[in-house]
């Protein structure tokens, strides 16, 4: 089965749309979204503008801060602070990574735990980890991958869940997700000893690494749900752009052996987006009055 994470956005985005524009009738309330990108990085610079278009199409108002690269950690914690204290503002999200002199730690920290709509405070992502407590926002990519294992039927107490990566956007805390669902699981990063052994005990896999096709097919278990949140360019002369994009997953290969499997594009990719929407609708939803 082939994970449809596009047509699953698409859903998503259509229901929060006509929740955006309910809050506006019933409360004169429409959400509003700050991003900030400091510095020219094109990639960065084509998410945060794919973003900005998703929240137009759902009647999400934002507001673009684009700082210079060399901006100053004070003058960007300024804007922060002025964005915490913005009441059309509800969701602030910071483009990572950051430019190398600016301490991104400094800068999550600075961003109000109610607007925090990427999860990365240390104090969201804490209570992400700690048994018991619940995070008010969690991280859009991971966060995606669990509607997608659950829009398959996946069963996650007790079964062995492995998550390829460790990064603070992607792998931790989607491990930390799979934790609090019940899932055994394993994190495989660069200095473990044999992950293709690890994988192959893998009932629900998460592959994000960054490494192109590091999965082979043998290394997927029988009837696995694999999540595959790679976004890798290869060079494709047959291609006008000279490039494809492949995830971390060999496609080809695991699809025969996979349960289900997402593709790439068209899997985890439109889930973030969707995500972000959903936790800005929901920022916005806690300022209102209680029962409103
Ligand atoms: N860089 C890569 N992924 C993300 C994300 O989900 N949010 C932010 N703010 N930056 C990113």
């Known amino acids: 089965m082939i ?4 047509a699953v956005a698409e859903r998503i985005r259509k229901e929060i749309a006509a929740e955006v524009e309910q809050m506006v009738q019933q409360h004169n309330l429409r959400p509003g979204l700050a991003t900030v990108l400091v510095g020219t990085d094109p990639a960065s610079q084509t998410y945060v503008s794919m973003k900005r278009k998703a929240c137009a199409e759902a009647g999400i ?10 901006s100053s950690q004070d003058y960007v914690l300024g804007v922060v602070r002025e964005l915490n204290a913005d009441p059309r503002v509800h969701g602030i999200l910071v483009q ?16 109000s735990i109610q607007k925090d709509v990427d999860g990365f405070h240390p104090l969201n992502i804490g209570r992400l980890s700690m048994k018991g ?11 995606g991958c669990m509607v997608l294992l659950e829009e398959v039927g996946a069963k996650f107490d007790g ?15 989607a491990a930390m997700m799979l934790l609090k669902r019940n899932a055994t699981v394993s994190i495989v990063h660069s200095r ?7 994988c192959r005990e893998a009932d629900i896999l998460i592959a994000a690494v960054g490494r192109p096709h590091m999965v082979k097919g043998d290394w997927i278990k029988p009837g696995a749900l694999v999540i595959d949140v790679g976004v890798n360019r290869i060079d494709d002369p047959s291609r006008k752009s000279g490039y494809r994009l492949v995830g ?3 496609y080809e290969a695991a699809k025969d052996v996979a349960g289900a499997i997402t593709p790439v594009p068209g899997g985890v990719g439109p889930m973030t987006i969707a995500m972000l929407l959903q ?12 029962n409103a």
């Open 3 to 6: 994970i449809d994470g596009k």
């Open 61 to 70: 108002e934002s507001f673009g801060h684009e700082l210079s690269a060399d």
């Open 96 to 111: 990572l990574p950051l430019p190398k002199h600016i301490d991104e730690e400094a800068i999550l920290n600075a961003i």
């Open 133 to 143: 407590r619940d995070p008010l926002f969690m991280p859009c990519t991971p966060l």
């Open 159 to 173: 079964a062995n869940a492995v998550v390829l990566g460790r990064s603070n956007i992607v792998g931790l805390p």
């Open 192 to 198: 473990s000893k044999d992950p293709a052994a690890m």
């Open 248 to 250: 971390d997953v060999d």
């Open 279 to 290: 936790n800005t609708l929901r920022a916005a939803k806690m300022t209102l009055p209680v």
